[in-house]
């Protein structure tokens, strides 16, 4: 069938685009490079994403400017002049609001990323002076410099964010920590304990993961200096560098010095970037899990624990719900941070030595692991800090689940019945339970307890006592070892936390 319109030779005019300026340090290259053909610009830029650490990137280039002053690489006046330049466009980028500065018109995407974007600001405000300040500097050991401070940074603000969680946990445990629950191993009713001694264990596995960024800074070493690949024949003095990185509390105590040993390993290596995820992946493990935990004990079935209704959604078509979507977030995004690291690690496996420009994805993952947890931790925060342990719904079903066999065991144990034995004695007396439609061991009398020793040729050892060693409240007293989820081992780790928390 004929058409009835021809279709237009020409396509209609787009709205033309002006072609971005030609970046200022590609002066080997004839024609304006990536810069001319927007696709490749947009391509090849971080600025989206990396602008994020430009407070760590000017300080980072005023540390460099003043070793440069210190060897006579650059003047007194010039130096003096680049920070006050550099100081400058920090508080223009400060005061373009949010978003790192989004606002600011210093962020000339064709420019690729922050470092480039800050220096050529820095060069139109401050003329010559500015143009001295890449001395001896290379993009690659400047934004190995910079991500190292943003994650030293980090560490710290994850470590303040982790002290609410801390102190919820706490005052939780002190107010419902003695109620008597189950404790369960393979989701199935195991022995009791109190509540307390469960949200110690918590506690504990956080203050872990606290740790293991602790034991980060340890490990950071401090690249600037390595220059691209191989150094310089300038004189660079990178202890001096690393000196006012530590004055400008930009770096830890630096006496060791933690300078990266090769330039070439400097400029190549990510080890901190995953380090970093690493602590974050484990971080949000110990969140899901705990998640996890709190999304069973909140269900009807359960019902073990109220959460705030802040911190429940409910349903568009089912009224009655109340959902608890905070913690299933915090449960579904470990798997977004799990996936942060494993990026950074593929993206790592195949890269030859040296700076290649796939580590400048890096950042993403960083960014991105780090606002996850940083918000997942503030959540969890909140959401103990406003849940309930419901004594009276948990103390319904303790009597289920024969919670107090191993105490029985560990009775006969006390009257010199053979552990194995004991076992295999509770064994039988659960199953007669179990029979006789008794759900309780403290049903059984005084005779069944020394017919079940007889029946395996153990002589009759029970006495009254037993019954002291029946019953969750009664066992939950009982437990001894150091470390236990009952009322002495709870009573021996709020004290413990208590201290820390002062
Ligand atoms: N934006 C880059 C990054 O994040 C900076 C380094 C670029 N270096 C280079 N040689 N092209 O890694």
């Not at 927007?38 to 280039?61: M, Q, T």
């Not at 690949?229 to 105590?253: M, P, V």
């Not at 069944?448 to 040729?457: G, I, M, P, T």
Request: charged fraction near 25%; charge should be neutral; proline fraction near 4%.
């Amino acid at each position: 069938m004929a058409r009835k319109n021809k279709p237009a030779k020409t396509a209609p005019a787009k709205p033309r685009t002006p072609a971005p300026a030609a970046k200022p340090w590609e002066h080997a290259k004839s024609g304006e490079g990536s810069a001319s053909d927007p696709l490749a610009a947009r391509f090849v830029e971080s600025l989206s994403y990396d602008r994020r650490l430009y407070k760590h990137d000017i300080a980072g280039s005023i540390v460099h400017a003043r070793m440069l002053n210190v060897v006579g690489l650059i003047k007194p006046k010039e130096l003096k002049e680049i920070e006050r330049g550099l100081s400058e466009i920090g508080k223009e980028i400060e005061a373009a609001g949010a978003d790192y500065g989004a606002a600011w018109p210093g962020w000339k995407v064709e420019l690729e990323d922050v470092h480039m974007c800050i220096e050529a600001a820095l060069i139109e405000k401050i003329g010559d002076a500015g143009r001295k300040l890449h001395t001896g500097r290379s993009r690659n050991d400047q934004v190995a410099a910079d991500l190292m401070f943003w994650i030293r940074d980090s560490i710290w603000g994850l470590g303040k964010k982790f002290s609410p969680l801390f102190r919820a946990l706490f005052t939780l445990a002190e107010r419902d920590g003695g109620i008597v629950m189950p404790a369960y191993t393979h989701l199935q009713r195991a022995q009791p304990i109190v509540v307390g001694g469960e949200l110690i264990a918590w506690a504990q596995a956080f203050s872990r993961s606290l740790d293991r960024f602790d034991a980060l800074y340890e490990l950071l070493e401090f690249p600037l200096g390595s220059g691209a690949i191989a150094g310089s024949s300038l004189g660079i003095d990178r202890k001096e560098t690393a000196w006012f990185a530590e004055r400008a509390n930009l770096l830890d105590d630096f006496d060791k010095p933690d300078l990266t040993r090769s330039s070439i390993d400097g400029t190549a290596s990510r080890d901190m970037a995953c380090d970093f995820l690493y602590a974050l992946a484990m971080t949000a493990m110990t969140l899901s899990r705990w998640a996890e935990q709190w999304i069973i004990y909140a269900s009807t079935e359960f019902s073990f624990i109220t959460l705030d209704n802040r911190y429940t959604t409910g349903s568009s078509m089912m009224p009655q719900k109340r959902n608890p979507d905070m913690l299933e977030l915090i449960r579904g995004r470990c798997g977004n941070v799990y996936g942060h690291l494993v990026a950074l690690l593929t993206i790592l496996k195949g890269l030859p030595i040296g700076y290649n420009r796939d580590l400048q994805e890096d950042k993403r993952h960083v960014f991105a692991a780090y606002d996850i947890v940083s918000d997942s931790i503030e959540m969890a925060a909140r959401i103990v800090a406003t849940t309930k342990f419901n004594e009276a719904k948990i103390a319904q079903g303790l009597d289920r689940g024969f919670l107090d066999a191993t105490s029985l065991a560990e009775y006969l144990v006390t009257k010199g019945v053979p552990f194995r034995t004991a076992h295999q004695v509770v064994g039988a007396l659960v199953r007669s339970c179990e029979s006789r439609g008794y759900h309780k061991l403290g049903q059984l009398t005084l005779d069944d307890f020394n017919a079940a020793c007889a029946a395996a040729s153990q002589p009759k050892v029970c006495a009254n006592d037993v019954y002291d060693w029946l019953g969750p409240e009664n066992v939950v007293k009982r437990y001894r070892t150091y470390g236990n989820a009952g009322v002495s081992g709870f009573a021996e780790q709020l004290k413990a936390w208590k201290e820390r928390l002062k």
